[in-house]
């Protein structure tokens, strides 16, 4: 769960990058919309997974891990998906924290249809 935490902080770092270095004003718009509900799921899984078990102690100031950072935005997307239909299948979720993990993993379907414009 903390890869994925991981994952979605590069994800919204690699759009970022993509925002700032666009000439193309709809690109630009387009990085922001991508980056929409990043900060709500990684609050969610954080409380949900961690913090309810009294497991803060994994939280560190190296979270953001470059070697994860893909400026390739659909591919990026493809990735996370692949990851959340991982965790839902691995038996190690609850039914709520697999709720959630779909929710993101259709969130990511839309993301991905949207990182295909640009």
Request: hydrophobic fraction near 40%; include cysteine.
């Amino acid at each position: 769960m903390y890869e994925l935490i991981r994952h979605l902080i590069a994800f919204k770092y690699a759009c970022k990058i993509n925002h700032w270095s666009t000439d193309n004003y709809s690109h630009h718009l387009l990085y922001d919309r991508l980056t929409e509900d990043i900060d709500t799921w990684i609050d969610s899984i954080a409380e949900t997974y961690f913090m309810a078990d009294d497991n803060k102690t994994v939280f560190k100031a190296n979270i953001l891990e470059p070697k994860y950072v893909n400026k390739n935005l659909v591919k990026f997307c493809e990735t996370i998906i692949s990851h959340l239909e991982e965790l839902q299948t691995d038996g190690d979720t609850n039914e709520g924290l697999n709720s959630l993990l779909s929710a993101i993993e259709e969130g990511f379907l839309n993301k991905l249809a949207l990182a295909k414009l640009t």
